[in-house]
């Protein structure tokens, strides 16, 4: 987070008046479990892209390039969506 | 202007009328029932340009006013007891988002055992929870102070929701003489509502009531106790721009006969106005009394407190609740907080619960204080803690303890 405001900065009752400012708020060091890609096992289908709640997929030219790690909070969604016959995902304890 | 004959409950509700909220939400109960019937009657009529959106309980009362008030809408809802009970949750949530709510309280006792009638005990619960309040000693202030209300809320330095009380039963269903304003001076005096933020402006849009963590939840904390500071400091200006239109000044304390008084009663509501006779019977005497009613009890004016008392030689502090577990009731505990650290530390203090469940207080019951406190200013000697006016077996218990040279 950038400068933390003094409290008489700050917008009345708590307002957030800057829309899609929660990409400045960075949640990675709130992860127990880190995401980590078997890319040799991912086909792509995107169906973790789909369903992170935290918008931490980072997809490029419909490819998955890895997970954004500022703001992954490691829920494990993407691990436990990701198919079958993938399972190209795996939840690794983060300060091993 | 023209005065009409209204119980503390209709004149809420005419100045409810003239304020024309955007959006009422409420729920019925007594003795709040008849200001809601009297209102949602202006609405029917097409009085008022109002939204009455009637609701299963006054929790979804006060959540609908506070969606409608971060909507960006002028809105307002009432209750007693149980009512503000079930509001509680709410309660804080309106006054953390800093939403200009007025809510007229219509006092009740609160359950067990389950009693209609009034005292304070409901709004003094919710004296903490960051909601101005303003308590009315007869049906023309409590539509006075209605109006006046808005536009403390809505000030851009304070923005804080406001209680307005009265007296259960008392005031709100006591017939009385009331001068009621000219439409458009009252609507020329709140003026337009235009709140910096609304859900509705989706060109500027928002977030309302966001997760608030360790970095930043005490900062705004610190800024919603510094808005209770900005209305201490801005009602004045407020009142004396009411005192233009209506001709009545108000205070946030008012003191009777008070210059020369030794012995000075502090009240609040309706009770201020039976002290008020009984000092003009006892000052026919020769008796050096007078009282001292606090009309804005949040912010509470710790230095008209100060200043006023600073003469007396014995003061009485009337609670209509009690603050079980505490040295003394709540008004109690604030003035002697206010007088603590000053040239006043020593003053005696005596609190006075009273009057709870709509309990009678009458001239003879203040009479029997005075009494007692001119025996405190003579002998010196302040009882530590509350004595309980007008409750049967208190005088033989009192006389149990002595027996025992319990002191207390
Ligand atoms: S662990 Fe949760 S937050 Fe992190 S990338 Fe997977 S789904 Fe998104
Ligand atoms: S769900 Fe599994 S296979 Fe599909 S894109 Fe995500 S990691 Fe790759």
Not at chain 1, 12 to 34: L, Q
């Amino acid at each position: 987070m950038n400068e933390l405001k003094k409290w008489f900065e700050l917008p009345v009752g708590a307002v957030i008046d800057e829309p899609g400012n929660a990409i400045k708020y960075k949640t990675g060091s709130w992860r127990t479990f880190k995401p980590v890609l078997d890319k040799s096992k991912c086909n792509d289908c995107l169906i973790c892209w789909i369903y992170c709640p935290d918008n931490s997929i980072i997809v490029q030219d419909g490819k998955l390039i890895g997970f954004d790690y500022e703001h992954c909070k490691g829920c494990g969604i993407c691990a436990e969506v990701c198919p079958d016959k993938s399972k190209a995902i795996t939840m690794v304890l983060e300060h091993q | 202007m023209k005065v009409m004959a209204l119980t503390g409950n209709e004149a809420v509700a005419e100045a409810m009328r003239q304020i024309n909220p955007d959006v009422v939400a409420a729920y019925p109960i007594t003795p709040q029932t008849e200001l809601m019937h009297r209102f949602t009657e202006f609405v029917a009529d097409g009085l008022v340009d109002t939204e009455m959106v009637l609701v299963e309980s006054e929790h979804s009362a006060l959540s609908a006013t506070v969606g409608a008030s971060a909507a960006g809408a002028r809105a307002m809802t009432a209750t007693s007891s149980q009512g503000l009970a079930l509001m509680w949750e709410i309660l804080y949530i309106a006054a953390g988002l800093r939403l200009p709510i007025v809510m007229p309280v219509v006092n009740r006792a609160l359950s067990a055992p389950i009693n209609i009638h009034g005292d304070h005990s409901d709004t003094m619960g919710a004296r903490d929870s960051g909601w101005i309040q303003i308590f009315s000693e007869n049906a023309q202030e409590a539509y006075d102070n209605t109006i006046i209300a808005v536009r403390i809320a809505e000030h851009p330095d304070i923005l804080l929701p406001v209680m307005v009380t009265m007296d259960g039963f008392i005031i709100s269903h006591t017939m009385e003489r009331v001068e009621v304003l000219d439409d458009d001076v009252v609507k020329n005096f709140i003026g337009e509502y235009n709140p910096k933020y609304k859900l509705l402006d989706v060109k500027n849009p928002v977030t309302m009531g966001p997760l608030d963590l360790q970095d930043y939840y005490f900062e705004h904390k610190r800024a919603q106790a510094e808005a209770m500071e900005n209305a201490y400091k801005l009602i004045k200006e407020i009142d004396e721009e009411y005192y233009k239109i209506s001709g009545r000044r108000y205070s946030y304390v008012e003191p009777y006969e008070i210059d020369d008084a030794d012995i000075i009663l502090i009240s609040l509501g309706s009770t201020a106005g039976t002290i008020k006779d009984v000092v003009d019977e006892l000052r026919l005497k020769g008796l050096k009394v007078g009282g001292l009613k606090i009309r804005v009890y949040r912010p509470f004016p710790r230095d008209e407190i100060k200043e006023f008392l600073s003469n007396a030689s014995v003061v009485g502090v009337m609670d209509r609740a009690i603050a079980f577990g505490s040295p003394c009731g709540p008004v109690c505990l604030d003035v002697k907080a206010s007088l603590q650290g000053t040239s006043l530390s020593n003053l005696p203090i005596v609190n006075y619960i009273y009057g709870l469940g709509g309990r009678d207080i009458t001239p003879k019951d203040i009479i029997k204080i005075f009494n007692e406190l001119e025996k405190v200013r003579i002998s010196g000697e302040v009882p530590n803690l509350p004595r309980y006016v007008g409750v049967r077996g208190e005088e033989n218990y009192i006389e149990q303890k002595a027996k025992l040279k319990i002191k207390n």
